[in-house]
């Protein structure tokens, strides 16, 4: 190709005409710039490519990095086709876009391919560095969106190679252990080799292949870019794999967060109901249930007043997020709203408009269940596929800095049938398990087990339990730390009986017939008759302390409840922010009730 530039070299300059008006780019000298071109506007191709390109754009700009794009339409085109995605998305696209009628900068970077195309551009990358140098080309085909994520990815290898003279491996995040430069004499092989013996931190499998820690763990994680975190949780990359816990033998010992140091875990209640008993000193986050979906896809809130009492409760603890539940279990709506792009993103802006009127953090989405009617709601076979498409256009609307988290189960048939789990995972910051309520249909002998049993055991139903619903999504390709564990605080006996954590201290633990029992296996209590019969399923101190050590051991992203209302003395909140952030003193408290127990 003729007038291919050459990486290492200086990138051709150019003047041009833009939607912001003349640029240059000798202008950006001091900043990194990716150049990027597209085939042509009104295409739907290159919309999805620029709305990504505009959720990112703070990224970039975090990474001092500006955005160009480029074409051989018109300005006028230009700008009509970014009015146009504003007006169906309300999204604007923050950089400029480059008139290239001429096709003069098209020529000279080698953006137009004749055997594809010998009047449009192809989907061409230029990364370009503050001095103003060719770090990187990639070229994609028309049909093929890009990747915008793999773009910062590679930024930050490049910056972190630059800043700290080293290379990265292949797949790396930043976090991941970075590659030493390959050494140039018998010499400097020899130094590494015994420099690396006495360093913990250099790892070498062979003499010119040598691992040392990335410097740069202040970066704003590109694998949390992927993953949609939120930014003020700047956490490099984790390990995906999962540990399943020992809680059972003498020789066991207390996880106090340091087999997964980098998560910043969450503990979190969902408030039905009046949250005058919510304490904001044992919570990260607190979920508003429920915002209601109108026929019309507006959305309302029927309590106000108490979704501004917990807005309120930042006063008192200023880093506590808010966060309002859409939908829940029978909340129609989520089909007909998920159905086209114009539904999708009207929702989205009502979804936008919430956040701002409360000034929330963000919101959940608590669609029970895309694709099923058990709930008595509206359900297609679609709903799979639009799930997605609804979490992608309200992600596009309310920015990558909001929360946005999804209410769901571990299920196979969930998994299979209602979210595309590697899909959805990429763009929501939390997946809220909701593991409890095993039993909630059920009556006779098969309400008479165990709710939310953490482990298998006789008293499960089927083969149900909170261990095997975490391991489900992981394998489904749920990142861990992703995955919010969820425990009752209630008491349940099938679909007949449910009692509040507060009642059950009232009037059944060891009260009128009732006694309690501890499964070993299942690590959850449970209440019999006085005829030995199981007579409640519930949740303890006890048994928080184990889900707590399982959502450490296994590197999950934290632990909440449903809900505050049932635990109005706050004995089990405290008891749930001790099991992530204080396990060895909520241990020390129960051996003084239990007695020894690990």
């Known amino acids: 190709m003729k007038n291919l530039p050459i990486l290492g070299a200086k990138a051709p300059d150019f003047t041009a005409n833009s939607t912001m008006?003349?640029?240059?780019?000798?202008?950006?000298?001091?900043?990194?710039?990716?150049?990027?071109?597209?085939?042509?506007?009104?295409?739907?191709?290159?919309?999805?490519?620029?709305?990504?390109?505009?959720?990112?754009?703070?990224?970039?700009?975090?990474?001092?990095?500006?955005?160009?794009?480029?074409?051989?339409?018109?300005?006028?085109?230009h700008l009509a086709w970014l009015y146009d995605i504003f007006e169906i998305t309300g999204v604007e696209i923050p950089f400029p876009v480059i008139d290239d009628g001429n096709r003069k900068i098209s020529?000279?970077?080698?953006?137009?391919?004749?055997?594809?195309?010998?009047?449009?551009?192809?989907?061409c990358v230029f990364i370009i560095d503050d001095k103003q140098i060719l770090r990187t080309m990639l070229y994609y085909p028309l049909t093929t969106g890009r990747n915008i994520p793999e773009i910062l990815r590679i930024i930050e290898a490049l910056q972190t190679s630059d800043k700290n003279n080293v290379a990265t491996p292949a797949n790396w995040f930043p976090g991941m252990p970075?590659?030493?430069?390959?050494?140039?004499?018998?010499?400097?092989?020899?130094?590494?080799?015994s420099e690396c013996q006495d360093n913990k931190n250099c790892t070498c499998f062979n003499w010119y292949?040598?691992?040392?820690?990335?410097?740069?763990?202040?970066?704003?994680?590109?694998?949390?870019?992927?993953?949609?975190?939120?930014?003020?949780?700047?956490?490099?990359?984790?390990?995906?794999?999962?540990?399943?816990?020992?809680?059972?033998g003498s020789n066991n010992q207390i996880n106090e967060m340091k087999k997964c140091p980098k998560i910043n875990h969450i503990v979190m209640e969902y408030v039905l109901g009046n949250p005058k008993n919510v304490d904001p000193r044992f919570l990260d986050a607190i979920i508003y249930a429920f915002v209601e979906i109108n026929k019309d896809g507006s959305l309302l809130v029927p309590t106000p007043t108490f979704l501004k009492q917990m807005v309120n409760m930042r006063k008192s603890k200023?880093?506590?997020?808010?966060?309002?539940?859409?939908?829940?279990?029978?909340?129609?709506?989520?089909?007909?709203?998920?159905l086209t792009p114009s539904s999708r993103y009207k929702f989205a802006r009502e979804v936008n408009k919430l956040i701002n009127e409360y000034n929330l953090d963000g919101i959940d989405i608590d669609w029970?269940?895309?694709?099923?009617?058990?709930?008595?709601?509206?359900?297609?076979?679609?709903?799979?596929?639009?799930?997605?498409?609804?979490l992608t256009a309200i992600r596009d609307v309310i920015g990558n800095d909001k929360w946005l988290s999804v209410a769901g189960t571990g299920d196979i048939n969930y998994i299979n049938k209602s979210a595309?789990?590697?899909?959805?995972?990429?763009?929501?910051?939390?997946?809220?398990?909701?593991s409890y309520d095993f039993t909630a249909g059920e009556t006779g002998d098969r309400g008479k087990k165990h709710q939310a049993n953490l482990f298998d055991s006789d008293l499960q139903l089927n083969d149900l339990s909170v261990d095997k619903w975490v391991q489900n999504?992981?394998?489904?390709?749920?990142?861990?730390?992703?995955?919010?564990?969820?425990?009752?605080?209630?008491?349940?006996l099938g679909a007949k009986t449910t009692v509040s954590n507060d009642e059950l201290r009232k009037n059944y633990i060891n009260k009128n017939g009732y006694f309690y029992k501890f499964d070993k296996d299942a690590k959850v209590p449970y209440l019999v008759d006085k005829d030995g019969n199981f007579a409640m399923s519930y949740e303890n101190e006890l048994s928080l302390f184990y889900k707590g050590q399982y959502v450490l051991n296994n590197c999950l992203g934290g632990i909440f409840s449903w809900t505050s209302t049932y635990d109005q003395a706050n004995i089990l909140a405290r008891a749930m922010n001790y099991s992530i952030y204080n396990p060895t003193t909520l241990k020390n408290e129960i051996e003084n009730i239990y007695g020894k127990f690990m």
């Open 318 to 338: 200023p880093g506590l997020k808010v966060i309002a539940a859409i939908g829940g279990w029978g909340a129609d709506g989520f089909s007909d709203a998920s």
């Open 368 to 390: 029970e269940y895309p694709a099923n009617k058990a709930a008595g709601i509206t359900a297609r076979e679609e709903d799979k596929e639009n799930f997605t498409l609804l």
């Open 107 to 123: 020529r000279e970077y080698g953006m137009i391919q004749n055997a594809m195309s010998d009047t449009s551009t192809v989907r």
């Open 178 to 193: 970075v590659v030493l430069p390959y050494p140039k004499t018998f010499k400097e092989l020899k130094k590494r080799l």
């Open 209 to 248: 292949l040598c691992f040392m820690p990335d410097k740069n763990l202040n970066y704003t994680s590109t694998d949390n870019l992927v993953d949609n975190n939120m930014s003020q949780n700047k956490r490099p990359y984790i390990s995906q794999n999962s540990f399943r816990p020992q809680i059972s």
């Open 21 to 77: 008006g003349p640029i240059k780019l000798s202008d950006y000298n001091g900043k990194w710039v990716v150049l990027f071109s597209h085939p042509g506007d009104f295409t739907p191709v290159c919309t999805t490519e620029f709305l990504s390109f505009a959720q990112y754009n703070d990224e970039f700009n975090k990474r001092n990095t500006s955005l160009i794009g480029l074409s051989v339409d018109s300005n006028s085109s």
């Open 420 to 434: 595309d789990i590697p899909a959805i995972s990429k763009i929501i910051n939390y997946f809220n398990l909701m």
């Open 473 to 492: 999504l992981i394998k489904a390709g749920m990142p861990s730390e992703k995955i919010l564990l969820g425990v009752p605080f209630y008491g349940r």
